[in-house]
């Protein structure tokens, strides 16, 4: 059986590799701290997290997405500090940033310490 090893791997037009039209890695994604002062944790074509409220953010890509029907798959919890139901609800989907809400169980609103974002859908 034949093995490659490569570091890198572009599409010729430099953007992210596709097999059959299909991309192979996320177009983005993002691990953040949703608490007190917002910050990323890591995270790959995402400029900045902008905390719009009481568990609300938006989450602002490096490079525009390709259009505005991409996929969404976001997590969100407390770190199992209160075992609690956390729902993640996207919205406001556009080509240069998505906005998510983390709310409990009862449709509150609240800030979670540990958050998930991730995009499919190709850039721009």
């Known amino acids: 059986m034949s093995v490659i090893k490569i570091n890198n791997i572009t599409n010729l037009a430099g953007g992210i590799p596709t097999v059959k039209g299909q991309q192979l890695i996320p177009t983005a994604w993002v691990n953040f701290n949703g ?3 917002v910050a990323i944790r890591d995270s790959e074509n995402v400029s900045s997290i902008s905390d719009l409220g009481t568990g609300n953010y938006q989450i602002n890509f490096a490079t525009a997405m390709a259009n505005t029907n991409y996929a969404i798959a976001c997590s969100a919890s407390d770190g199992g500090i209160t075992n609690s139901d956390t729902f993640v609800n996207p919205y406001n989907f556009t080509t ?4 998510i809400g983390t709310n409990n169980n ?19």
């Open 35 to 37: 608490t007190s002062t």
């Open 96 to 99: 240069a940033a998505v906005k």
């Open 106 to 124: 009862s449709g509150v609103l609240g800030d979670r310490g540990f958050t998930s974002v991730l995009a499919m859908g190709g850039q721009s």
